[in-house]
């Protein structure tokens, strides 16, 4: 075997993990890196925006100055009742993004445990599953959105955490989106794991012994990332939205506590007249939305699993 | 040859897939009889052949035989234990002793694992071994097979096949079996490494003294690596015998025709071979035909081989054939 | 006699996201009238992209075809236009594939697949074209060719489809059928009767063939003539005969030698192998590609890689050292 060390051997190039392969990837796609770019920028306008206001200020009643346009004392102007709109956007950021993420965490657990018990075990429990699943889906999602809000609203009080209080219709907000948007990714993960239980890695981890619960978290799982965060990354930008919906139809996060979505609540009535009181908010929500997509449209491309090109 | 141990004994093994229709609650409306009652014995140290072609039931029988499948009705003693009445932790902790390299080196290991996590998965299921010891039971289990310890920490997508085929025997060899099937291990490999990882298990059969069930459909390097071979055909074994007797002598049709098919890499000699041409290709395992499976592509057919069901019988020693006419 | 097809010094390399695949480099060959050329070689020597660059269909980007001629009656295909590749492919020049199940549409039934072909380019009626292609489903062997007909592809076994296809492929009587690897993927029984099939065929329309394979029992069986490649480069070429009783690369005697051996007492004497792996296509070497791996390997290989010559009748190979001395030539 000597001769053969005389060929490059792989030693000599640094490793590659999938990991790095896929970010390799993802940096090539101009309009992912855009959208990251802007992302970010909203995310340091939140942040930053937080340090310097504080938020006493974003709730801050000045009857005196109500509804009064963009100037340089309130940059994006002032509501109806004379609270600065750039702070609350700032704070009401917060809430949106919070909301988004926390959603989507809800929904991936709830989406990947369904599709990963139901394409394994298959059988009746797979049966049985998937018939839940489908009814969930036929339900309009909005619908149930405005029924459980409306259901749940009021039953959970306000709450501190980390010396700030919030409205508890944030957790119930957080709570109905999430419990309404896992089944795209139900069906996507359960595909995935019914073909991945075929493969040979697979049938070689049951000849060694390694249990059920090992086989799907360890081995198929990880092979099914590329979906889940793409779609987990996608559903960001949808639970955003979502919460701007219902909070716009007045059954989401409840005032003071600022969001987007009751930004553009309480803008209902002054569209035409004061349109700076939706026209921030809506900007925000929509460069928070583009950008996400453009992301996920990035890592759908990177993660694809052809990707993985094998030195020969 | 001397007496040797039986390690492995199978007896009236059938296998079964069934095929179902409904949308909640399935039922049963035929089956796919993949192992219809084969029985084989494999003795310590041995390398058995079986062969056959797509559709015959070989892998399924390994796979059975590891209980990868349970089995639908008969038995596999290993060691005197009947593996198809154990379970759970029981056969877990029998999986130790026998193992099974794959064919395909691009999908038997998991891509997003580094090869030590690949070879130390056994490692770690029967907890033989953590942490340091772990790492150098994989250096070993490298060297072992003629691979750079340093590769440790790499991806499988970063190596050629014959590589990942070796990091596969590796982690086959992890638990120190004594009984590995290999199911068709060369097949997917290009000729020059095919001989290379031959080599290799013939090397460890001999420095670990293992136990070879090897699956495959290549006639030419199962004669070269096995002791004695086994045909089968549409989920039966239609003839078992020594190697050099099963190759110089073949009694069954079916067998008869199969080498005559296989092409040799020398012009004079193939071009100069009378071929047994089958018509048709192997019916389906759903509806196997009646009597001798065989019996309609049989160039030897007669009457009643469409009803009487062929025994298994030792026609010359060591040398058992299942069919009607010989 | 004039060659029907001759390729001169193609050159073919792919673009890829890990460097340039340099996949074919600078390979010549030719096939006559009514002969089959049998070019053998492992998986990455370039084979199959040699003869998808004769029916230009070579994906580009990310190949691209970098020099040489592919001369077809006098014409290099190399300058034809997509249009006038169309009127060649399938009517003049015909393939098959390893894969019959990927290369027949799952949704048309195999009849209007046979006839579509004669429809476009023989100027065939519908009727005409049936009656055609039902004359090649039984001389291809197909029982009961009326009703199957209007089947589906899935409806037939793998060595049925294959039949398909190559009934697709000699519908129109082509003057060439090249066959990558179309037994590799079926049962050895199986495989013999598609052989047989083609060497009665190719007597009985009279066709060149042009067969790719990594089987060299496969070659021995039909090939008159033999290219083996390794790396983009072919090593050897000669008459089959000539080939298998004396080969004179290094590499065609260590892949014979690493065969298990046919006769019976050295059936089981441990099998020679060529240590390493087949290279990339990315790298580059200086000298002979096959050198880390040669037995045979000397000073000059490392630096110079040989370009092929004739060494005996018909007998060509591209390698500085002779196998039977020992001794650089």
Known sequence: ?312 | MNESQTLVQVKALKKYFPITEGIIFQRETGSIKAVDDVSFEIKKGETLGLVGESGCGKTTTGRTLIQLYRPTAGDVFFEGINLAETKGKELRALRKHMQMIFQDPYASLNPRWTISRIITEPLRVHNIAKGKASMDKVAELLELVQLNANYMNRYPHEFSGGQRQRVGIARALATMPKFIICDEPISALDVSIQAQIVNLLEDLQEQLGLTYLFIAHDLSMVRHICDRVAVMYLGVIVELADRDELYSNPLHPYTQALLSAVPIPDPRITRARKRIILEGSPPSPENPPTGCRFHPRCPNAKEGCKTETPQWREIKPNHWVCCLDC | MEPLLELQNLVVKFHTLNGVVNAVNGVSYSVETGKTLGIVGESGCGKSVSVLSIMGLIPDPPGKIAGGKILFNGEDLLTYENRQMESIRGARISMIFQDPMTSLNPVLTIGKQISESMELHLALSQKEAQGRSLELLSLLGIPNPKERFNDYPHQFSGGMRQRVMIAMALSCNPDILIADEPTTALDVTIQAQILELTKRLQGEMGMAIIWITHDLAVIAELADRVSVMYAGYIVEEADVFDLYDSPRHPYTLALLKSLPSVDRRRAHERLATIPGSPPDGIAVFPGCPLAPRCHFMVERCLHENPKLKTIGLNHKIACWVNVNTGKEI
């Open chain 1, 1 to 312: 075997m000597t001769t053969a060390e005389i060929t490059l051997d792989i030693t000599d190039r640094p490793p590659l993990t999938p990991g790095q392969i896929a970010i390799r990837r993802f940096r090539r796609h101009k309009m992912a890196i855009a959208g990251v770019i802007l992302l970010l920028g909203v995310v340091l306008f939140v942040i930053v925006g937080s340090i310097i206001i504080s938020e006493a200020d974003s709730n801050f009643i000045d009857l005196e100055a109500r509804l009064s346009p963009p100037s340089l004392e309130h940059p994006f102007g002032t509501d109806n009742v004379g609270r600065d709109i750039l702070a609350r956007t700032i704070y009401g950021g917060q809430i949106s993004i919070i909301i988004g993420l926390l959603a989507v965490v809800i929904s991936i657990v709830l989406g990947v445990l369904v599709g990963a018990i139901s394409g394994y075990y298959g059988g009746f429990i797979d049966s049985i599953l998937m018939r839940f699943t489908e009814a969930m889906f036929n339900i309009p999602s909005l619908f149930l959105l405005i029924i459980l809000a409306k259901m749940l609203a009021g039953k959970i009080p306000t709450f501190t955490f980390w010396g700030r209080s919030f409205s508890g219709s944030v957790i119930v907000i957080i709570c109905v989106i999430g419990l309404t948007s896992w089944m795209y990714l139900a069906r996507i993960v359960r595909a995935n794991v019914l073909s991945l239980k075929e493969q040979e890695f697979v049938t070689a981890a049951r000849c060694i012994g390694a249990s059920n619960l090992s086989i799907i978290f360890a081995h198929i799982l990880p092979n099914t990332l590329a979906p889940i965060i793409v779609s987990a990354t996608l559903q960001v930008a949808g639970s955003i939205i979502s919460e701007a919906y219902v909070s716009f139809l007045g059954v989401g996060v409840q005032p003071p506590t600022a969001t987007w979505g009751n930004l553009l609540d309480q803008a209902y009535h002054h569209l035409e007249s004061e349109p700076w009181m939706w026209f921030f908010p809506g900007m925000f929500i929509l460069f928070t939305v583009l950008s996400i997509n453009f992301i996920g449209d990035g890592l759908r491309d990177a993660m694809d699993p052809r990707a993985l090109v094998d030195v020969n």
